[in-house]
């Protein structure tokens, strides 16, 4: 079973983990896990996922579309 953090940095959001630390998503990863914990519907997952990330990094440097975190949230939901 792989981990929400295993599955968000291989990912890496915000490509920064060539150049940040490791743990660079930890606040992120433990909300996603907070939010998986109480709902599991995919679709709310990727609005969250898409919606977390935009905030933490902003559009300049987040990209992702909401299809692609839909793929990850789906990958997420099939770990649990």
Known sequence: ???VK??????DPADLLMHAPENE?????????SFVATCSDIIALA???HTLFLRAFGSDVFTASPKE??????KI???E
């Open 47 to 49: 609005e969250y996922i």
């Open 6 to 11: 295993a599955i968000i940095n291989q990912w």
């Open 69 to 74: 975190c839909e793929e990850i949230a789906r």
């Open 25 to 33: 998503y930890h606040s992120e990863i433990e909300a996603i896990e």
């Open 77 to 79: 939901v099939s770990t």
């Open 1 to 3: 079973m792989r981990s």
